[in-house]
Antibody, heavy 121, light 113 residues
Framework: EVQLVESGGDLVQPGGSLRLSCAAS????????MSWVRHAPGKGLEWVAN????????NYMDSVKGRFTISRDNTKNSLYLQMNNLRADDTAVYFC??????????????WGQGTPVTVSS | DVVLTQSPLSLPVTLGQAASISCRSS???????????LNWFQQRPGQSPRRLIY???NRDSGVPDRFSGSGSGTDFTLKISRVEAEDVGVYYC??????????FGQGTKLEIK
């Protein structure tokens, strides 16, 4: 069974940093693109970033470019999101998502339970 | 970026009645391979999103057959033939044709009248 378990969410002050982690099990992480998607309070779902199987390609939404960094460690079956210079509008639940973007599916087929990030003074 | 516009945004439905959600794209979602990569997700209260439909009309394993997807080009629809209490939640369309970025519709909140 595919499982994605996020951790690392917390309350942080504006301008602060946070590192989210996602532990994958039930499949080989190295075979898939992976994404982070967020859900801000009262708003819809928003794709944040994704990373290719070997880490050679990364993409970001415009508002997080230069502040967030996605990375992975396939030997540990883990995905990460380093978030720097956090702003109030980054407040959201962050989901780790298995991304089928590179193939003939171009979809998200498994989601974690999410980890909450609150940016507030 | 591709903009997906859902309607309605709020959908009160009587149990056992049919429901329909529209998703319109700002540009064609047909990829160079001829497929349209339009997905539908359900997010029940307090839960993670769950995919219901991929590539317009392909239902995921375990999804009841009362859910169906249709459409082409820029216009897509999710239909629920007979709404049940467990269908309450927010429904999102999402396009995977033109990424990055992947984009979602605003969401449609389905509630029971």
């Amino acid at each position: 069974e595919v499982q994605l378990v996020e951790s690392g969410g917390d309350l942080v002050q504006p301008g602060g940093s946070l590192r989210l982690s996602c532990a994958a099990s039930g499949f080989s992480l190295s075979s898939y693109w992976m994404s982070w998607v967020r859900h801000a309070p009262g708003k819809g779902l928003e794709w944040v970033a994704n990373i290719k199987q070997d880490g050679s390609e990364k993409n970001y939404m415009d508002s997080v470019k230069g502040r967030f960094t996605i990375s992975r460690d396939n030997t540990k079956n883990s995905l990460y999101l380093q978030m720097n210079n956090l702003r109030a509008d980054d407040t959201a639940v962050y989901f780790c998502v298995r991304d089928r973007g590179g193939g003939s599916y171009r979809t998200f087929d498994s989601w974690g339970q999410g980890t909450p990030v609150t940016v507030s003074s | 970026d591709v903009v997906l516009t859902q309607s309605p945004l709020s959908l009160p439905v009587t149990l056992g009645q049919a429901a329909s959600i529209s998703c319109r794209s700002s540009q064609s979602l047909v990829f160079i391979d001829g497929n349209a990569y339009l997905n539908w997700f359900q997010q029940r209260p307090g839960q993670s999103p769950r995919r219901l439909i991929y590539k317009v009309s392909n239902r995921d394993s375990g999804v009841p057959d009362r859910f169906s997807g249709s459409g082409s080009g820029t216009d897509f629809t999710l239909k629920i033939s007979r709404v049940e209490a467990e269908d309450v939640g927010v429904y999102y369309c999402m396009q995977g044709t033109h990424w990055p970025p992947y984009t979602f519709g605003q969401g449609t909140k389905l509630e029971i009248k």
